[in-house]
């Protein structure tokens, strides 16, 4: 029987050789959305799996799926297939207007799925240079979304996304060369000696200097890739540039596997170095990131770019949440990263169909009320900027709550503080800019209306469903998943 | 006898970093990284020939055909078809910074006394060296801004890194390698592609004038 991790990863990779083939438009939607959805149910097996007893690694334990990378999986998973369902329907809005060339098609069927491959491979990775590779991996792939549409604006996107990327990754990579130098002798030989349980057994070992540099490069270099400030700047770039389906998966999934990076090397760290290290150096980078985002997200003057910032403000409420040192926000921060991954597509989606709309996603061309020309996506957005401001009663508010909590009878009670009041401008200012575009009348006679007026369509079906998702699972988790992320914590913080 | 062909290996790659920071020609600075990466592996091939790990014979073949060879061809043919060949002045002038440079040396070398091999020998040098060139790569990076430059700079950062791991470690697991190595040329190959495209939308590969996206 070939191993079920081999075959999650092997499903992604030939959907995505499938996608570069030239075929009929309907048999391709079929390849794709069926090898996702494929793919969605057997990482669904895989965390049933692992749910229910062991789960056997693979090549060696360079794939091994402990809590953690169960619930990153299947997060990844339900995110690769969202995006594609809706990227479907995107394309189609797109071919309407004639502006998809054959290029874009190719690159959008293979590379969607290629991503989905990376991202599986991020978080079922034991080895620090598998994971590694997979990181860049996602990258490198990242890249062809930024140009897709072929704007001048994508060009300089690009350019400073690989440029950032690359030199974060290098970092990572010499951060991953000087941990592996730290264990010399107490690793072993081969591929093997670069496995992250191997680091763990050895921990009281290595070398605590040699440690001590090498974690500060990976953090940084993986924080780079989350977009912890102040490593930040390509994301809203970025963001703006990419097509919406793949941004989502760029938030959710890039965003989730670099966490997942982040928090093996934090973990490496505190099994060596004691628990004070690497979890002030996140509560920093977090407790910066939120902060950085308030003025942004107050002066923003797009619509893609102000999620992005919102992106940048929730992967700094997981680093602060894990930072805290708490295993109470340790639970808050993988439940928040549970939540997000359900709440920001919806945001990112309905965004996307506005943008798709006006034909650009530029307040300025948007203008307000937009309410009267695109109901149904206007309304939706308007939903998740409450869901990812930390309304109740929907699931990030209660994520929020937890690590405040936590962090209000803790040590930190100052970096809290901070912390709490950025929340609550962030709100205001999220708030605002959510009104400036929806409500009000529109400017005039001639923005009543948009050139191409919404449809029921594929895109809007699967915003739609989305948000009933959010809406449901801020009310009612199932077990299994609360399991997982139960799991998720006893990994991130040690007796299971 | 090894340890004084690693120490001048290690030097060499030292000295081409500072003679890049010094260049404005966009082809020898192509052809200084080329001879940066020839030490690379001569001091790879080094190692492997007096400790006897001959995986590490392979990452010697594998970083002189990438980076002496295939990605030095790779960006002068670029620069060839766009006909820009000298970087522009840089911000901070040749002078000042090549002394920022023998800062960041010192630094590099002051870091390098913490590891375990301690302050003295051949690993105390390759490590001084690898963390001088990695200062100095992001120096460049932030200080010129022709995309060559830049593709340059981050491709001596890697160099770095590497120094380090055949430095330090008994060399990264060969698989990994190879996967790094796949990673690395597809980057240069990604970024390759950006610059002429930049160069035909904006007639120039000048990054700093890539500002539009602000706030």
Redesign the interface.
């Known amino acids: 029987m070939v191993n079920l991790l081999i075959a999650t990863l092997l499903l992604p990779l030939l959907t995505a050789a499938a996608g570069v083939v030239d075929l009929p438009r309907k048999v391709k939607d079929a390849l794709m959305l069926g090898g996702l959805a494929a793919t969605f149910a057997l990482c669904l097996a895989v965390a049933r799996r692992f749910l229910s007893g062991a789960m056997p690694g693979a090549l060696g334990e360079a794939l091994r799926v402990d809590g953690l990378s169960a619930l990153v999986l299947v997060l990844s998973g339900f995110v690769g297939l969202l995006a594609a369902t809706y990227g479907a329907g995107y394309l189609h809005r797109n071919e309407a207007r004639g502006l998809v060339t054959p290029r874009m098609r190719r690159e959008f069927y293979g590379l969607l799925p290629g991503y989905v491959f990376a991202m599986l491979l991020v978080a079922m990775s034991n ?1 620090l ?2 994971m ?2 997979a990181v ?2 996602t ?2 792939v990242s ?1 062809f979304f930024v ?1 897709f549409h072929d704007r ?2 994508s ?6 996304f ?2 950032l990327g ?2 974060g990754l ?1 970092f990572a ?2 951060g991953t ?2 941990l ?2 730290a264990g ?1 002798g107490h690793l072993g030989e ?2 093997p ?2 496995n992250w349980t191997r680091f763990m057994q050895a921990a009281p070992a290595l ?1 605590p ?2 440690l001590r ?1 090498g974690v500060v490069f990976a953090l940084i270099g993986y924080g780079t890739k989350a977009g912890l400030a102040p490593m930040h700047t390509w994301k ?2 970025a963001y ?1 540039e990419a097509p919406s389906p793949a941004v989502v998966l760029m938030a959710v999934g890039m965003l989730n596997g670099a966490l997942y990076c982040i928090l093996r090397i934090h973990l490496i760290s505190r099994a060596a170095l004691g628990p004070g290290f690497s979890s002030g150096l996140l509560l920093l980078l977090g407790l910066l990131s939120v902060l950085i985002a308030v003025p ?1 997200i107050v ?3 797009n619509l893609k ?1 102000l999620l992005a910032y919102s992106s940048i403000e929730h992967v700094g409420i997981m680093a602060v949440g894990v930072g805290l040192g708490a295993e109470a926000a340790v639970f808050g921060a993988l439940l928040h990263m549970t939540y997000h991954s359900i709440a920001k597509p919806l945001g990112l989606l309905s965004a996307g169909t506005l943008a798709q709309l006006h034909s650009s996603s530029d307040f300025s061309r948007i203008g307000s009320g937009s309410f009267t020309r695109a109901p149904i996506a206007s309304a939706l957005f308007v939903l998740a900027a409450l869901m990812l401001t930390g309304c109740p009663p929907f699931g990030l508010f209660f994520s929020e709550m937890m690590i405040l909590r936590a962090g209000l009878i803790g040590p930190h009670v100052t970096a809290t503080a901070i912390f709490l009041a950025a929340l609550v401008v962030l709100f205001c200012g999220f708030a605002l800019q959510v009104g400036r575009i929806v409500l009000g009348p529109p400017r005039d006679r001639a923005e009543r209306r948009v050139p191409f007026p919404e449809r029921l369509d594929l895109g809007t079906a699967t915003t739609i469903g989305a948000a009933v998702l959010a809406v449901v699972s801020g009310l009612y988790l199932p077990a299994p998943l609360l399991s997982l992320i139960r799991a998720a914590t006893g990994v991130v913080w040690g007796a299971p | 006898m090894t340890g004084d062909i690693l120490i001048l290996c290690a030097a060499g790659m030292l000295v081409t970093a500072y003679l890049l920071v010094g260049q404005k020609a966009l082809f020898t600075a192509i052809r200084l990284f080329g001879v940066q990466s020839l030490f690379l592996g001569l001091v790879a091939a080094t190692i492997a020939v007096a400790s006897g790990r001959h995986a590490l014979l392979v990452t010697a073949a594998l970083t002189v055909a990438l980076k002496t060879v295939l990605i030095p061809w790779f960006l002068m043919r670029t620069i060839d078809r766009i006909g820009i060949h000298r970087e522009i002045e840089p911000v901070l002038n040749v002078p000042v910074s090549l002394l920022v440079c023998v800062g960041l040396t010192v630094v590099g070398y002051r ?1 390098s006394t ?3 091999e301690g302050a003295s020998g051949v690993s105390h040098h390759l490590i001084g060296v690898a963390l001088s060139m ?1 200062f100095i790569g ?1 120096f460049v ?1 932030v200080t010129r801004k022709k ?1 060559i430059t ?1 593709i340059l700079a ?1 491709l001596t ?2 160099n ?2 590497f120094l ?2 055949v430095g ?3 060399g ?5 390698e190879l ?2 190595s ?2 690395v040329i ?2 240069v190959l ?2 390759g592609v ?1 610059v002429h ?2 160069v035909d ?2 007639e120039s590969m000048d ?1 700093s004038r ?4 602000k ?1």
């Open positions: 080895n240079g598998v590694w590779i860049e991996l990258t490198l890249v140009t001048d604006t060009l300089e996107a690009a350019w400073k690989l440029v690359s030199l290098g990579l010499l060369v000087l592996f130098a010399q081969g591929m000696a670069l070398h200097f040699t540099l809203p770039d703006r942004f002066i923003q003057w770019r | 870091v913490g590891f375990p990695l992001l990076m995309a830049q981050l950062v890697e770095a890194v380090v791991a330090v470690t008994s990264m697991p060969l698989v990994v996967g790094i796949f990673d597809l980057a990604i970024l950006l495209r930049i939308r904006f990054v890539l500002s539009k996206l706030g």
